[in-house]
């Protein structure tokens, strides 16, 4: 089976950070581009109708430049703009930084939370995994394990709740992930979940497989273990684990993301209840701001080369403010970019456009 080759890119670290970290940050999103680009070529050959011909074209253009903002003051550097797909199902790019806005989000709650309980109310945070069987209809399983989990949840409330131990859970947010199992080889939905309870009323592993055989029908395997705290970073890490991307890109061919992509669309990969309801995730991908002096650079993916590189900018060296101008200034350098952008593309596309349908049926051949 062709699969992309590598662990994937990360969430780690994926927050607003140093200039030294920055290279990292480039790596990573290198990696994550050149697999959305490996996609967007296997797409080209099979997408139908207008609505997947536009989506390629986002999928292939994305994050071809970055336009990043070092506040001097600070010595923070942030992503400031760029041309996001926004398709996180399709796109490793999009997703790493959904992923890390859904952290950040989720993360302030959760010290809002702790904060308002106060240290003696102090809530332990939880991981709990939930998966249903393998299956080789994504569609049926992926809504299976979305029911029962509604259904578990509904066990929190009304007659006889307090029987189930998912009483327990004062707040939880839950990201719903997609994968080849590793022995079957068949579709394996699985959840994740942050679970806040009190520290002398914990989850009961056993109760909770019980429970969750009863309402599946066909599941009793799940996994709770606390969320340690590390010096530091606090709960992040764990937390990380939670959020991180809905596809497992790192596992799995061009043919999966798209079939992926095609049947869950438009569903539901967050889901919250109790403390952690309600939480907004950001829908722009781009980091928060500063505000204070700070210095533009711009990148752009060279295909070729599948990398980044510092695009020579003509505000080089120029410390700009928060001031208009000197955003028009830069918007020159973006247009600048733009039409080089342009031309590398249409390289590009010729390039994917020698590929023959017969080479793309080799990639589904050796896939079975
Ligand atoms: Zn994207």
Redesign the pocket.
């Known amino acids: 089976m062709r699969r992309t080759k590598g662990e994937g890119p990360s969430l780690a670290g994926d927050s607003p950070s140093g200039v030294n970290e920055l290279p990292g940050r480039l790596d990573r999103y290198s990696k994550a581009k050149s697999q959305?680009v490996h996609t967007a070529s296997y797409f080209q050959t099979v997408k139908d109708g207008k609505h997947e011909d536009d989506v390629h074209r986002?999928?292939y253009v994305?994050?071809c430049y970055l336009v990043f903002k070092h506040y001097l003051e600070q010595g923070s550097v942030r992503l400031a703009s760029a041309n996001?797909?926004?398709?996180?199902l399709?796109?490793?790019?999009?997703?790493i930084?959904r992923g890390a806005k859904a952290l950040q989000a989720y993360s302030q709650r959760y010290a809002a939370i702790q904060s308002a309980v106060g240290s003696e109310g102090h809530l332990t945070p939880f991981m709990v995994t939930l998966t249903v069987k393998d299956g080789p209809d994504l569609l049926e399983r992926f809504n299976k394990l979305h029911r029962s989990f509604q259904d578990l949840n509904k066990q929190r409330h009304g007659k006889g709740s307090g029987h189930s131990t998912w009483t327990n859970a004062k707040g939880g947010v839950a990201s719903f992930e997609v994968k080849r199992g590793e022995g079957s080889g068949l579709w394996h939905p699985h959840l994740h979940a942050i679970v806040l309870c009190h520290p002398d009323k914990p989850m009961d592993a056993y109760r909770l497989s019980a429970e969750w055989l009863k309402i599946t029908g066909d599941s009793f395997i799940v996994d709770i273990r606390p969320i340690k705290e590390k010096e530091g970073e606090g709960v992040i890490g764990g937390f990380m684990e939670v959020f991180k991307y809905a596809v497992k890109f790192s596992s799995m061919n061009s043919i999966d993301v798209v079939d992926c992509w095609r049947l869950l669309q438009g569903q539901r990969m967050l889901s919250s209840f109790g403390l952690f309801y309600g939480v907004q995730v950001p829908e722009g991908?781009a980091d928060e701001q500063l505000s204070g002096e700070y210095m533009e650079m711009l990148y752009r993916y060279h295909y070729s080369e599948q990398s980044y590189q510092r695009y020579p900018s003509r505000s080089e060296g120029v410390i700009l403010k928060n001031d208009p101008r000197d955003l028009r200034l830069s918007r020159k350098d973006l247009r600048l970019s733009r039409k080089d952008l342009r031309k590398d593309l249409r390289l590009s596309r010729k390039s994917v456009e020698k590929c023959s349908p017969g080479v793309a049926h080799g990639v589904a051949l050796t896939a079975t």
């Open positions: 959305a986002r999928l994305c994050g996001f797909c926004k398709v996180h399709l796109c490793p790019f999009c997703a930084r991908l």
